[in-house]
Nanobody, 123 residues
Framework: QLQAFGGGLVQAGGSLRLSCAAS????????MGWFRQASGKDREFVAG????????FYSDSVKGRFTISRDNAKNTVYLQMNSLKPEDTAVYYC??????????????????WGQGTQVTVSS
């Protein structure tokens, strides 16, 4: 099970830190990621991180503003979001997948999902 938390309401230019904790099992060796889904839109990739944390990858829309990290000892992945914009408003989901198969940027290739947490950025 994956559980995301840390969302909330923030003004444009502000920051939030999302956390995603795994329970009931570990995701050892898995890639972890964050996606978001704005109202009426498809779920879109935000950021991903390899098991070791040595490789991170981001969507162009958040690169330079968001940072993904993980603490494997705590079975937790984080998303630090800075310089937030109103267009970042969405429900944010954490996800996990294995290394093999599919496009890492496509939600359909991620097999494990947590419940979402709402992030609202006011202008």
């Amino acid at each position: 099970q994956l559980q995301a938390f840390g969302g909330g309401l923030v003004q444009a230019g502000g920051s939030l830190r999302l956390s995603c904790a795994a329970s009931g099992r570990t995701f050892s060796g898995y890639i972890m990621g964050w996606f978001r889904q704005a109202s009426g839109k498809d779920r879109e990739f935000v950021a991903g991180i390899t098991w070791s944390g040595g490789i991170t990858f981001y969507s162009d829309s958040v690169k330079g503003r968001f940072t993904i990290s993980r603490d494997n000892a705590k079975n937790t992945v984080y998303l630090q979001m800075n310089s937030l914009k109103p267009e970042d408003t969405a429900v944010y989901y954490c996800a996990a997948r294995t290394y093999s198969g599919g496009n890492y940027y496509s939600a359909s290739s991620w097999a494990n999902w947590g419940q979402g947490t709402q992030v609202t950025v006011s202008s």
